[in-house]
Every structure is written in structure tokens, then in C-alpha cells.
Antibody
Framework: EVLLQQSGAELVRPGSSVKISCKAS????????MHWVKQRPEQGLVWIGR????????VYAEKFKSKATLTADKSSNTAYMQLSSLTSEDTATYFC???????????WGQGVMVTVSS | DTVLTQSPALAVSPGERVSISCRAS??????MHWYQQKPGQQPKLLIY???NLASGVPARFSGSGSGTDFTLTIDPVEADDTATYFC????????FGAGTKLELK
């Protein structure tokens, strides 16, 4: 069974950074790209970017190129996303998700709620 | 970006058939996928590549379409299907529809 276990909720100050994690199990971590998706309350889902855990190659959506940094640690089967220069617009739930062939996402973390507030 | 347009909400009675539509602003071939999301939970893949049932998903769910117009059908609807349904395309990067909230009468 594919399992993506994310880190806990974060309360952070405006202007700061936060790093959230996503530990994968139940499959070979390096065989699938890991993607990250943002969801604001009562709003839809927005694709942030993806990382190839096998070699660390990353691709970002244009609007997240200066906001998000994706990394992966093969030794611990864990993917990370760091968000920088946080503002209230970054208050959201962030999901990691595994991409399958054809581009659908078949495994999802439980989500990390990030709240940006002073 | 490829914009996906969904109707915001639908209400149906248990046992009925419901069709949820998704229209893409440009052609996405068959690279359309459907998800169910319940409050406080992560999305769950239902249909991939327009018409393929994801593992463990009941056969009450089906998908159709290609190009710009796609449909998710639930037949028959059950009480547990109350949720928001999202379409997502993977032909031009990745975008999601705003979701259709399905309520049961």
C-alpha cells in the first residue's frame, strides 16, 4: 500500500520560511516523481511543482519558482518542500502526491496545514 | 494555463444517476483525471486517463470524454458519495478544476 506521511501543522510568522516533509513507504521511492499541491480553504487545488527523487531534478509552476524549493532524500525515502518569504497568501494546506503513468496522482499525503500569522 | 471549468454544485437523490462535467479551455487529449475529496481529507483518485477506473474504486464510478469535454458519472449514487469532485489535466503541466460539490437530497 502506498503511504505518504506528512509532517505536522505549522504556525509561522510573515516573512519567515517553513520546511515540510513527506515520508514515502509501500513502494520504491525513486521510481515515481513526487509532486506538491496547494489548497486554500474553500478553494481549489494548485500544482506547485515536482521532483524526481532518483536524481533531484525539479520542475516548478511559474508562480512558485521563487516561493518553493523541492528536495528529496533517497536514504530516508523523504521528500521536502521549503516555502520562503511567507505571507498570508501562503496560508493553505499542502499535499505531497505520487504521480502515476498518464499524469494522475494515485497516492496523497494527509496534508500539512500552514498558517502564516503574526 | 489550461483552465478547467466545472459546475459548482449538484444535488441528487440516492439511487439516481449523476453526471459531473469538466470542460477544458484547450484540448488535453485523454489526459484527464477525476478525484473525490471529502472535508478534512486528501483527494482520492477515481478515474485516470479519462475512463480508467483507479484501483479499489467501485464500478459505480465511470468516466468518459476526450479533447475538451469530459464527464464523471456515478450510477447509482450512494449517501457516502457526498463530496467535492475535481477534474485534473496532465497534458499541459497540471491544472485542476474548481470542483463540483455533490450533495444528496
Amino acid at each position: 500500500e502506498v503511504l505518504l506521511q506528512q509532517s505536522g501543522a505549522e504556525l509561522v510568522r510573515p516573512g519567515s520560511s517553513v520546511k515540510i516533509s513527506c515520508k514515502a513507504s509501500g513502494y520504491t521511492f525513486t521510481d515515481y516523481y513526487m509532486h506538491w499541491v496547494k489548497q486554500r480553504p474553500e478553494q481549489g487545488l494548485v500544482w506547485i511543482g515536482r521532483i524526481n527523487p532518483a536524481n533531484g531534478n525539479t520542475v516548478y509552476a511559474e508562480k512558485f519558482k521563487s516561493k518553493a524549493t523541492l528536495t528529496a532524500d533517497k536514504s530516508s525515502n523523504t521528500a521536502y518542500m521549503q516555502l520562503s518569504s511567507l505571507t498570508s497568501e501562503d496560508t493553505a494546506t499542502y499535499f505531497c502526491t505520487r504521480r502515476i503513468t498518464w499524469g494522475g496522482f494515485d497516492g496523497w499525503g494527509q496534508g500539512v496545514m500552514v498558517t502564516v500569522s503574526s | 494555463d489550461t483552465v478547467l471549468t466545472q459546475s459548482p454544485a449538484l444535488a441528487v437523490s440516492p439511487g439516481e444517476r449523476v453526471s459531473i462535467s469538466c470542460r477544458a479551455s484547450e484540448g488535453v487529449n485523454s489526459y484527464m483525471h477525476w478525484y473525490q475529496q471529502k472535508p478534512g481529507q486528501q483527494p482520492k483518485l477515481l478515474i485516470y486517463k479519462a475512463s480508467n477506473l483507479a484501483s479499489g474504486v467501485p464500478a459505480r464510478f465511470s468516466g468518459s470524454g476526450s479533447g475538451t469535454d469530459f464527464t464523471l458519472t456515478i450510477d447509482p449514487v450512494e449517501a457516502d458519495d457526498t463530496a467535492t469532485y475535481f477534474c485534473q489535466q496532465s497534458w499541459n503541466d497540471y491544472t485542476f478544476g474548481a470542483g463540483t460539490k455533490l450533495e444528496l437530497k
